[in-house]
Nanobody, 118 residues
Framework: QVQLVESGGGLVQAGGSLRLSCAAS????????MGWYRQGPGKSRELVGI??????NYADSVKGRFTISRDNAKNTVSLQMNNLEPEDTAVYYC?????????????WGQGTQVTVSS
């Protein structure tokens, strides 16, 4: 079993910053991709950014404002969010493509709420 645990969500005013963290634990042989998704009120879950294969890709809506950092030795990933906008309000989920040695599967965190007030 693999568990992803997020932390760092909360309430912030527009223009403010938050940092989310995610730690993976359990039967992990290797993690390929690791990153963040979000689901706003009444919206579908969407990609925020993902790190893998030596590159990090971001959604256009967050480019220049959000930064993903990954520590492969610790199986952690963080999301630094600057200049937050009310449209960034969502539940943020950590996701990892994990191998326990018998194939690959996607593992998700439980989500952490980010609320940006105007």
């Amino acid at each position: 079993q693999v568990q992803l645990v997020e932390s760092g969500g909360g309430l912030v005013q527009a223009g403010g910053s938050l940092r989310l963290s995610c730690a993976a634990s359990g039967r992990i042989f290797r993690i390929k991709d690791m990153g963040w998704y979000r689901q706003g009120p009444g919206k579908s879950r969407e990609l925020v950014g993902i790190s893998g294969g030596g590159a990090t890709n971001y959604a256009d809506s967050v480019k220049g404002r959000f930064t993903i950092s990954r520590d492969n030795a610790k199986n952690t990933v963080s999301l630094q969010m600057n200049n937050l906008e009310p449209e960034d309000t969502a539940v943020y989920y950590c996701k990892a493509a994990v191998s326990s040695g018998r194939g690959w599967f996607d593992s998700w965190g439980q989500g952490t709420q980010v609320t940006v007030s105007s």
